[in-house]
């Protein structure tokens, strides 16, 4: 992919779906359940499906170029399904680093949503199933979250100096919450999410 002048050149991969990879990938990132502490309502089904299995609950896929401004990050997102209590399983969810920076996100395989806020509060929620891609604007931390019974495989793309703020989230959770709720997704306020 680099020259000898670590100059980028173009180039292609291959997407499987299923089973949810892509061709070489630069960087394969596993989140288990352990990497999600705090992030879930209810804590003791948390700790109890902990002490079961340490379970896979989310990967991702990237192709890495120079993070250098003018260039873009490209992956594959794969949200596992499951639940813990009854919330869905989920991503960390994050703010860039960069806060002006926005992602596209192209659902491939699966049902769920991206959940999405600013810093002052306001929120989103879009649904995802397959062929429908959902763009991220810059200052809004995004989730996805898995509502079905498959993998939730999403493309995603990004600027390379975006970076990941993942530090926000896990200090104050999101302020909304997906669940099934007598067999029905909701989407409720989050009794965790604390202000700035």
Known sequence: MFSNDNVLKPFSFNVKVPPGVIDKPDNHVHRNLSSMKGQYFDQEAYDRMLQREDTLVYEVYEKLVPEIPGELIQGL??????????EYFMTKGHYHSVLGTGELYYCLQGHGYMMMETHEGEWA??????NRAVYVPGRWAHRSINIGDVDLIMLFVYPAIAGHDYGTIERKSFREMVINQDGKTVILDNPRWMTQ
């Open 77 to 86: 997102s794969i949200v596992h399904p499951g639940k813990v209590g009854n």
């Open 125 to 130: 929620a879009e649904e995802l199933i397959p």
